[in-house]
């Protein structure tokens, strides 16, 4: 789908305020309300707005440890990704994983309280994860910069 001058605008004013008003919205991008509304309708209905949603700050919500894991997987037949990409779905506090590239499968992006809580998931759960042959754990030591918004 073709995006226009306008399209962009109200992705960049949903994407920092997604509570905007439809009157403010239309303000912003300089549209009157009904053809901004059907914008941002036929995005919504082609799958551009996938959701709008609250974010948390972890810190506050004492979920301070964050941690990238790299794995690797025993098999790489189509079975084994779709068991392994199941499982992690059910687990919390993995907020994010990435298939990638090179000598790894997956990169897993973890949200915890503590090491000591990190390390209760990794025994509990994370070495059970189905054909996990290794995983490389990395802790991040400082968030310098993270968002949301997509560079339009």
């Known amino acids: 789908m073709k995006l226009d001058k306008f399209d962009r605008e109200i992705l960049r004013v949903m994407q920092k305020d997604a509570t905007v008003s439809m009157a ?3 303000q912003y991008v300089g549209l009157s309300h009904t053809p901004c509304w059907r914008r941002v309708k036929r995005m919504e209905a082609d799958g551009i707005i996938k959701q709008k ?3 948390l700050d972890a810190k506050k919500l004492n979920l301070g440890v964050s941690v990238f894991i790299y794995v690797t997987l025993k098999n790489h037949d189509g079975d084994s990704l779709t068991k392994f990409e199941t499982a992690v779905q059910d687990i919390e506090e993995i907020i994010e994983c990435h298939t990638t590239s ?3 499968d997956y990169l897993l992006k973890v949200i915890v309280r503590s090491i000591e809580e990190y390390e209760m998931l990794l025994k509990t759960k994370l070495t059970s994860l189905p054909l996990v042959d290794h995983l490389s754990s990395t802790f991040a030591l ?3 910069k993270i968002t949301t918004a997509l560079p339009l």
């Open 24 to 26: 403010e919205l239309s």
């Open 53 to 55: 949603v609250t974010l």
């Open 142 to 144: 400082k968030q310098v």
């Open 102 to 104: 090179g000598d790894k």
